[in-house]
């Protein structure tokens, strides 16, 4: 985004600063249990905790607060960038948190990747992207494409496997518009460590 401000100029509005909570893993003394650990959402810092938006849709939820409105469109908007930028492999969704601070999200991806994002992961809410995402003034700004059936993807799959480099996982490379680079990526998606 900040490329693009660079060569296109600043928009007219305000760019939510958003990021997701800092998280990590804890053990237990003798070794026996897991446990996530993450940041915490405060009221007094980031307002009441919300959901902007769930998994079973592109659709903002409808909030009353014009702010927490604005930051619904935003995150419809990064679904957008994310669905230009993997080739419609997958966006992020079930956005919620509080201001600026985010929490619990979900990947929704093309039934190509299988199901390694655990069964938050709801089909219909990936397949109806298309249909149900709304431009706003943010894909608006940075010229989001919406002919979807005229992506650029190369004929066939999206996602070329090699063979696996450990028990569980899969090489997967990736080509197109990521990153602007004109390249491509590798990415390892491991199917055990993300199905949960």
Same mark, same amino acid.
């Given at each position: +985004?900040?490329?693009?401000?660079?060569?296109?100029?600043?928009?007219?509005?305000?760019?939510?600063? #958003?990021? =997701?909570?800092?998280?990590? !893993?804890?053990?237990?003394?003798?070794?026996?249990?897991?446990? %996530?650990?993450?940041?915490?959402?405060?009221? /007094?810092?980031?307002?009441? =905790?919300?959901?902007? #938006?769930?998994?079973?849709?592109?659709?903002?939820?409808?909030?009353? $607060?014009?702010?927490?409105?604005?930051?619904?469109?935003?995150?419809?908007?990064?679904?957008?960038?994310?669905?230009? #930028?993997? %080739?419609?492999?997958?966006?992020?969704?079930?956005?919620?948190?509080?201001?600026? %601070? !985010?929490? $619990?999200?979900?990947? !929704? *991806?093309?039934?190509?990747?299988?199901?390694?994002?655990?069964?938050?992961?709801?089909?219909?809410?990936?397949?109806? =992207?298309?249909?149900?995402?709304?431009?706003?003034?943010?894909?608006? =700004?940075? $010229? !989001?494409?919406?002919?979807?059936?005229?992506?650029?993807?190369?004929?066939? *799959?999206?996602?070329?496997?090699?063979?696996?480099?450990?028990?569980?996982?899969?090489?997967?490379?990736?080509? @197109?518009? %990521?990153?602007?680079?004109?390249?491509? #990526? $590798?990415?390892?998606?491991?199917? /055990?460590? +993300? *199905? @949960?």
């Amino acid at each position: +985004m900040a490329r693009y401000i660079r060569t296109h100029g600043q928009p007219s509005f305000d760019i939510p600063q #958003m990021r =997701f909570v800092q998280a990590g !893993l804890g053990l237990s003394e003798d070794g026996t249990k897991v446990f %996530l650990i993450e940041e915490s959402i405060r009221p /007094t810092l980031h307002g009441p =905790f919300r959901k902007f #938006m769930n998994n079973r849709n592109g659709i903002p939820i409808a909030l009353p $607060d014009p702010d927490d409105a604005v930051l619904g469109r935003f995150l419809a908007f990064t679904q957008h960038l994310q669905y230009w #930028m993997t %080739l419609k492999l997958f966006f992020i969704s079930d956005y919620q948190g509080g201001k600026g %601070l !985010l929490t $619990d999200p979900q990947v !929704l *991806s093309s039934s190509e990747l299988g199901n390694i994002f655990a069964e938050g992961n709801v089909s219909s809410g990936y397949q109806s =992207f298309e249909r149900d995402h709304v431009c706003n003034e943010f894909c608006k =700004f940075f $010229d !989001l494409r919406t002919d979807y059936a005229d992506w650029p993807i190369e004929s066939g *799959s999206r996602l070329s496997k090699s063979s696996p480099s450990e028990p569980g996982s899969s090489k997967a490379h990736l080509s @197109g518009p %990521l990153f602007n680079t004109g390249g491509s #990526m $590798d990415m390892a998606l491991s199917t /055990t460590t +993300m *199905s @949960g």
